[in-house]
T-cell receptor, first 114, second 114 residues
């Protein structure tokens, strides 16, 4: 079974530029998550989708971050404009449902904002 | 606020010895706990999970123990191998139900000496 796919794997941009990340979850997984992982810390949830609806986006900086999952499968996360403090690894995860469900992570996209 | 924390930032063990990684959690409503392993440049990898109605669960070379009285979670790795070197995260799921989400601790680095 294929795992969670993410692209690009690495991205370097200058501050105030925009960037987008893409995620393809495990087939059949209804729930998709985007996490931000700053170096030396655990992942922090940014947004959670159940099919194409948002379940939780309470920790998403909505003035600059946006995410969508239009057809309930793939998802994109966008940052516009980027700040230096956005430098982190952006992880996508998916699970069959919500609650006591194992989340499976992709390899992440490493973003460096200069 | 509620938080998940780890007692030690690093752990160094001799190859072949058993490793014990500890984690404290503070949310008594958490109903599900997961241990993840993260190698450099990769996303977190599921190791083992345990539900709050259990106090012990065993996998291949790994055992998770849950002590709800003192809100403590531990991961035991038997016969530690060089490939076990990584950062380990515990995560708790709360609140129970459709709006639950995982909260990760900061991570502990396991270093295996040959």
């Amino acid at each position: 079974e294929a795992g969670v796919a993410q692209s690009p794997r690495y991205k370097i941009i200058e501050k105030r530029q925009s960037v987008a990340f893409w995620c393809n979850p495990i087939s059949g997984h209804a729930t998709l998550y985007w996490y931000q992982q700053i170096l030396g810390q655990g992942p922090k949830l940014l947004i959670q989708f159940q099919n194409n609806g948002v379940v939780d986006d309470s920790q998403l900086p909505k003035d600059r971050f946006s995410a969508e999952r239009l057809k309930g499968v793939d998802s994109t996360l966008k940052i516009q404009p980027a700040k230096l403090e956005d430098s982190a690894v952006y992880l996508c995860a998916s699970s069959l449902g919500v609650g006591q469900e194992t989340q499976y992570f992709g390899p992440g996209t490493r973003l460096l904002v200069l | 606020g509620e938080s998940v924390g780890l007692h030690l930032p690093t752990l160094s063990v001799q190859e072949g010895d058993n490793s014990i990684i500890n984690c404290a959690y503070s949310n008594s409503a958490s109903d599900y706990f997961i241990w993840y392993k993260q190698e450099s440049g990769k996303g977190p990898q599921f190791i083992i999970d345990i539900r709050s109605n259990m106090d012990k669960r065993q996998g291949q070379r790994v055992t998770v123990l849950l002590n709800k009285t003192v809100k403590h979670l531990s991961l035991q790795i038997a016969a530690t191998q060089p490939g076990d070197s990584a950062v380990y995260f515990c995560a708790e799921n709360n609140p129970p139900g459709a709006n639950s989400k995982l909260t990760f601790g900061k991570g502990i680095t396991l270093s295996v000496r040959p």
